[in-house]
């Protein structure tokens, strides 16, 4: 089935450092792609998503490419906050099944900025 | 604003005693979902719903049931919550539209402790 391997955590970076979290997948047909943050104690927002091959997500000043060739949907920040401290998913979209669509996730990865 | 909205945020049962946890939304959103997160893990889907139509995944146990009286309601039963039972609840919704994809809102959650 499909599924999603993102770059084991945790992450530790200091404030105004680059950010790259890796997240690969496997899937049988077209899926979209999606990153969501959790901050601690709290549910999923979405950050940013892509629906098709060469669309680029930006969002807060994160950005992520759908790469179909290497299938691969990278997340970036130029600068981090201590702000964005948090678990970050990666997630693809199935096709429809049943009638609706499923995500799946990879396992998160932990970022924490120190000031 | 329309929003995904979980209640209650904190719910402390006792192992063996039934437990409903309530999600709303105000998206119009004809899909619901429901997710198990256990610490440090990912979300893991346990059924959703398409309009009134019920959708399980195969590894749901049958401790788990759900109901949805109407598009804005859903709700997640828990039988008899046992000490695995303790997780992050998580409510989405999203839109499926004719062959295309749609994002999931997220609810804050809800987490579940079993003394």
């Known amino acids: 089935g499909d599924s999603v391997t993102q770059m084991e955590g945790p992450v530790t970076l200091s404030e105004e450092a680059f950010l790259t979290i890796n997240c690969t997948y496997t899937?049988?047909?077209?899926?979209?792609l999606f990153w969501y943050v959790q901050y601690p104690g709290e549910g999923l927002q979405l950050l940013l998503k892509?629906?098709?091959?060469?669309d680029k997500g930006s969002n807060k000043g994160f950005e992520a490419t759908y790469r179909k060739e290497t299938t691969s949907f990278h997340l970036e920040k130029g600068s981090v906050q201590v702000s964005d401290s948090a678990v970050y998913f990666c997630?693809?979209?199935?096709?429809?099944?049943?009638?609706?669509?499923?995500?799946?996730f990879g396992k998160g990865t932990k970022l924490t900025v120190n000031p | 604003d329309a929003m995904v909205i979980q209640n209650p945020r904190y719910q402390v049962t006792q192992f063996g005693k039934p437990v409903t946890l309530s999600c709303s939304q105000t998206?119009?959103?004809?899909?619901m979902y429901w997710y198990q997160q256990k610490s440090s893990q990912a979300p893991k889907l346990l059924f959703h719903?398409?309009?009134?139509?019920?959708?399980n995944e195969a590894d749901t146990p049958d401790n788990f049931q759900s109901r949805r009286p109407n598009t804005s309601f859903c709700f997640l039963d828990i039988r008899s919550p046992g000490l695995g039972d303790a997780a992050m609840y998580l409510c989405?919704?999203?839109?499926?539209?004719?062959?295309?994809?749609?994002?999931?809102?997220f609810g804050p959650g809800t987490r579940l402790t079993v003394l």
């Open positions: 899937a049988t047909g077209y899926p979209s």
């Open positions: 998206l119009n959103h004809n899909v």
């Open positions: 989405a919704t999203s839109r499926l539209l004719p062959g295309g994809t749609d994002t999931q809102y």
């Open positions: 719903y398409y309009d009134k139509d019920f959708n």
């Open positions: 892509a629906t098709k091959a060469d």
């Open positions: 997630a693809l979209s199935e096709g429809p099944q049943g009638g609706s669509e499923k995500l799946v």
